[in-house]
């Protein structure tokens, strides 16, 4: 059954060769015929390099860190941008030969289906990158022109990028210290101010004022010393004079008196040291009580004496004058020393205590500045590497884009590609004719074969009867003929067509040709 | 016939008998040698008829070996079954029905022990006659009506074949078929005809009711298919209408591309 069938269906095919043929050779002419028809297509290629940096990023970075690949794709943005797009078509007058200038829309639209960008990588990962770019046109000169151009544009907007870049970086960190310094000089003034403004109760001359201090207390306490002596020696001149009688009236001093004058004496000293409630001092004051009261028991006997003596007492007291009023003028001079001590003293303490309070104002100066000193340091260093960077990207030393191969007028066009329509065209023209052989067979519902009768009517055939051919031939040729009137019938208004609409035509051909190859 | 009975007086019963149905036998073949002999002869043109693909008359195309198969089929069915009449119809126009008649009917003329007789009962499209190269075929409404005789419709080729041809178009050709005096003039030619076979070029079974009309007056039917041109649908309509009122004896696959191996 399965032989039979193939041949069977062999024998259909053989008979419908000729419809096959017809349909197979019509496409077959159409497709010569959109070869012909169809414009011719140049595309000329330029080809960049993009290179990696050639300084190694460890040893000085470039500034502008986004990779070859990265660059391309932002550049291509720039170039297909709609602007630049019909800048480009001006300049270059693409458009010129036109009956009617196209719109700007259908300009832009054109212009980027026409340029093409191609990548290709090569084998080593992160290593150079060629790119591809390309302009179709129907002249060849017009595409290389084109192509060159827009690989011109590139380099220039690439470089152009990488110095804008490089040259912004220098210049935000330019800013940025000049920013910083002016903070630093306004803080520093300020320190400056507020120490000027404090300068008794700084904490750095502290130390100086404390030793001040104790400097003058210990004065102060020598003062006080010299005044007690003072006041010893002053009373011990008077015991003097009076003892040696050269005092009228007055009796030579008793050992009471001289031992109340030594205990006099002896509280001086230890005043100066101790405090009044001191033990030392509250046994010798009760001392010198116990003495004066016994001395007053004894008075009236010397004052009788006294008051004898004090007629010619002026002229024998003249000298002991002399040596007290010495006396009492160095204790004057002591005196107010000492107040101008004390003065000093109490402000020192008040400038000690109060340093504290200006340190701390002080430190919170200071640590301000210092924080504003460290960034504008770090400020200072990134310049630095900005610069580095900048000087890397003005010699071109970074990743850099460069015309590997210039596009040249292409010799031959890319469309029409006659040898794939023609295949294309062959293809399509077989598959039509087999299509057309396979759909008349789905639609066959005619009985054609015993096989068939059988399938049917579950009968044989009485007679398979074939199909005679007359032997008179009269009538075979007209139906011959009408066959290839059939064909040129097919055939011909197709060409026709072919010629007088060529213009829709090879838009609708492009279409199948775009949709067919998939680009 | 009043010689042949006065001899029979004399012999015995028995012989009588026989000899009265050999007797009758004879007069039977008489009549019918006679009916046959009166006919008019039909001379062809081999030549014309090839042209018009009636090849079994000389046997030019290899093709009249499916008329060969064809015709011992159908006689031996017709034997077997004891059946004279048969209608080939088709479903449709086109399909061939004449062109296999007279092929069948040539067949059939070669074999010598069998009469065939062909009338074309295709009253709307008559065709016997321009294929057969008849030159003035009577009318079958005529001869179905009584106005013509037997032996001025049929005319004869060799000595066992007789076509009985149309000459024009019948408008109430279902009508005059089914009418009773068209069974009638069917009874009447066989009775003096006595055909082995007696073939009918019907109409085509679906346009019209002609076929069905006629259908109690014949034993069987032959429908012809053209290939690749009987649609399954017809066919099978075709095929089973007929079963359902009469015996088909098959389907003829005319124009076959394909053998019948395929």
């Not at chain 1, 300049?91 to 300009?107: F, K, N, Q, R, V």
């Not at chain 1, 001149?237 to 005092?247: D, T």
């Not at chain 2, 006919?39 to 009636?54: K, T």
């Not at chain 2, 046997?59 to 080939?88: C, E, K, M, Y």
């Amino acid at each position: 059954m399965g032989d039979t069938d193939v041949r069977f269906y062999l024998s259909i095919l053989i008979r419908r060769l000729p419809y096959m043929l017809a349909i197979a050779a019509s496409v077959l002419l159409l497709a010569v015929v959109a070869t012909r028809v169809l414009p011719t297509v140049y595309s000329a290629n330029a080809r960049i390099l993009a290179e990696n940096p050639q300084i190694p990023a460890e040893l000085a970075r470039s500034t502008v860190p986004t990779g070859p690949a990265e660059q391309l794709q932002i550049v291509q943005q720039q170039i297909t941008a709609r602007d630049n797009l019909l800048t480009l078509a001006e300049h270059l007058g693409i458009y010129e030969g036109s009956d009617t200038p196209p719109a700007p829309e259908d300009i832009v639209a054109d212009m980027r289906s026409r340029i093409g960008f191609e990548q290709t990588p090569l084998d080593e990962p992160g290593g150079a990158i060629v790119f591809n770019v390309a302009f179709e046109a129907s002249d060849p000169v017009v595409a290389a022109n084109v192509a060159n151009e827009i690989a011109a544009m590139i380099l220039g907007r690439n470089q152009q990028q990488r110095t804008d870049r490089a040259g912004n970086t220098l210049k935000f960190f330019d800013q940025e210290v000049a920013k910083l310094g002016d903070n630093l000089n306004r803080i520093e003034a300020e320190i400056l101010k507020f120490k000027n403004a404090n300068k008794d109760t700084l904490p750095e001359n502290l130390e100086f004022r404390r030793s001040q201090q104790s400097l003058l207390q210990g004065r102060l306490a020598t003062l006080e010393q010299e005044e007690a002596e003072l006041r010893t020696r002053r009373s011990n001149l008077i015991v003097a004079y009076a003892g040696a009688g050269q005092l009228s009236g007055t009796t030579p001093i008793t050992p009471e008196q001289q031992m109340l004058a030594e205990l006099n004496r002896a509280l001086a000293e230890q005043l100066a040291i101790f405090s009044e409630s001191s033990p030392s001092i509250k046994a010798l004051r009760a001392r010198i009580n116990s003495l004066q009261s016994r001395l007053v028991l004894s008075q009236p006997k010397s004052e009788e004496k006294t008051d004898r003596v004090k007629a010619d007492d002026a002229s024998k007291s003249f000298g002991l004058d002399l040596q007290l009023s010495d006396i009492d003028d160095r204790l004057q001079s002591i005196t107010r020393e000492k107040t101008t001590i004390a003065q000093r003293v109490s402000d020192l303490t008040k400038s000690i205590t109060a340093t504290p309070a200006s340190e701390t104002a002080l430190n919170s100066l200071e640590r301000n500045r210092e924080n504003v000193q460290t960034q504008y340091n770090s400020a200072i260093a990134r310049r630095a590497e900005a610069s580095t960077g900048e000087q890397i990207e003005m010699r071109a030393d970074g990743g850099r884009f460069s015309l590997l191969e210039e596009a040249t007028p292409p010799t031959s066009p890319i469309s029409p590609r006659g040898k794939r329509i023609l295949m294309l065209g062959a293809v399509l023209g077989a598959g039509l004719a087999l299509g057309y052989v396979v759909l008349l067979e789905l639609l066959n519902r005619t009985v054609r074969r015993p096989a068939e009768v059988v399938r049917l009517l579950e009968a044989y055939p009485l007679a398979v009867v074939p199909n005679i051919r007359p032997t008179a031939y009269r009538r075979r040729a007209p139906k011959r003929r009408s066959v290839f009137a059939r064909l040129s019938a097919a055939v011909l208004p197709t060409l026709a067509a072919a010629a007088f609409y060529h213009v829709p035509l090879k838009i609708a051909f492009e279409r199948l040709l775009g949709g067919l190859s998939g680009t | 016939m009043d010689t042949y009975a006065a001899q029979s007086q004399d012999v015995s019963r028995r012989r009588a008998s026989d000899q009265f149905s050999e007797t009758i036998q004879a007069c039977v073949r008489l009549g019918r040698e006679i009916a046959w002999g009166s006919l008019e002869p039909l001379l062809i043109d081999h030549r014309m008829m090839a042209s018009n693909c009636i090849i079994t008359a000389d046997r030019s195309d290899p093709a009249h070996n499916a008329f060969d198969i064809l015709r011992t089929r159908v006689l031996q069915t017709l034997r077997q079954n004891g059946w004279t009449s048969i209608a080939i119809t088709s479903p449709t126009r086109g399909c061939g029905k004449s062109v296999v008649a007279l092929n069948l009917a040539f067949s059939l003329a070669h074999q010598r022990d069998c009469r065939t007789v062909l009338l074309d009962l295709n009253l709307q499209h008559p065709s016997i006659a321009r294929l057969a190269g008849m030159t003035d075929p009577a009318s079958m409404e005529a001869f179905l009506k009584r106005e013509v005789d037997v032996h001025d419709l049929l005319q004869r080729y060799g000595d066992n074949l007789a076509i009985g041809a149309n000459s024009r178009a019948v408008h109430f050709s279902a009508e005059l078929l089914q009418n009773g005096e068209t069974a009638k003039v069917m009874a009447d030619l066989r009775d003096r005809m006595k055909p082995d076979v007696l073939l009918f070029d019907m109409t085509s079974m679906l346009p019209s009711d002609d076929v069905t009309a006629f259908l109690p007056n014949v034993d069987g039917v032959i429908i012809v298919a053209s290939a690749e041109k009987t649609t399954f649908e017809e066919l099978e309509t075709c095929e089973r209408e007929l079963a359902e009122r009469t015996n088909v004896l098959g389907v003829v696959l005319n124009r076959c591309r394909h053998g019948p191996g395929y």
